[in-house]
């Protein structure tokens, strides 16, 4: 069975732009988290959807957003970038959002950097 | 607010056991989970506690105690390819999982 998988790999985007995150969730799953992080710190939570709704969201501000597509499958979004934007975006999907069952299961990332 | 600490690196030798450990302040709590990541790679799920007490998988052991807000994984027999960084992560409220900057483990022979 394929593993979560993020698209793109790498992105270099200028200040100011925007940015589109892909992500696929583990077959059977519906949960889906995004993440942040910087070189030298942990992952630091942006997003949780189940089942197409927002279940969570993180200290992040407005510029960042997601949606959770009805195949499971979410993007996020990044309006306006700032050089602090670079860092490791990551997936991460799991069965639910209780228990066990909100074990995750992370993508490769995407490697965002910001010129 | 939700604060999570763990040491910042540790050392140890192969074949021998090291404790890496967690202390949580969190808003609420629904688990806790603790992954490893190498270098470049992503977090891989090691273990999930939410009651008190050892959960044990293999050479991997994990600790919580609630009332203490305290965790630990234990780690035996170590081998080089157990150098990585150790995650710990508590779910807390409305699906926010909030993780510690990780311990740096540094297995030498």
């Known amino acids: 069975d394929a593993g979560v998988t993020q698209s793109p790999t790498h992105l270099i985007k200028t200040r100011g732009q925007h940015v589109t995150l892909r992500c696929s969730p583990i077959s059977g799953h519906k949960s889906v988290s995004w993440y942040q992080q910087v070189l030298g710190q942990g992952p630091q939570f942006i997003f949780q959807y189940y089942e197409k709704e927002e279940r969570g969201r993180g200290n992040f501000p407005d510029r960042f957003s997601a949606r959770q597509f009805p195949n499971y499958s979410s993007e996020l979004n990044v309006n306006a970038l700032l050089l602090g934007d670079s860092a490791l975006y990551l997936c991460a999907s799991s069965l639910g959002t209780s228990g066990a069952q909100e074990t995750q299961y992370f993508g490769p990332g995407t490697r965002l950097l910001v010129l | 607010g939700q604060n999570i600490d763990q040491p910042t690196e540790m050392t140890a030798t192969e074949g021998a056991i090291v404790q890496i450990n967690c202390t949580y302040q969190?808003?609420?709590?629904?688990?806790l989970f603790w992954y490893q990541q190498h270098a470049g790679e992503a977090p891989t799920f090691l273990s999930y506690n939410v009651l008190d007490g050892l959960e044990e998988k293999g050479r991997f052991s994990s600790f919580l105690s609630r009332s203490k807000g305290y965790s630990y994984l234990l780690l035996k027999e170590l081998q080089m390819k157990d150098s990585a960084s150790y995650l710990c992560a508590v779910e807390g409220n409305a699906g926010k999982s909030t993780f510690g900057d990780g311990t740096t483990l540094t297995v030498k022979p």
């Open positions: 969190t808003s609420g709590f629904n688990g």
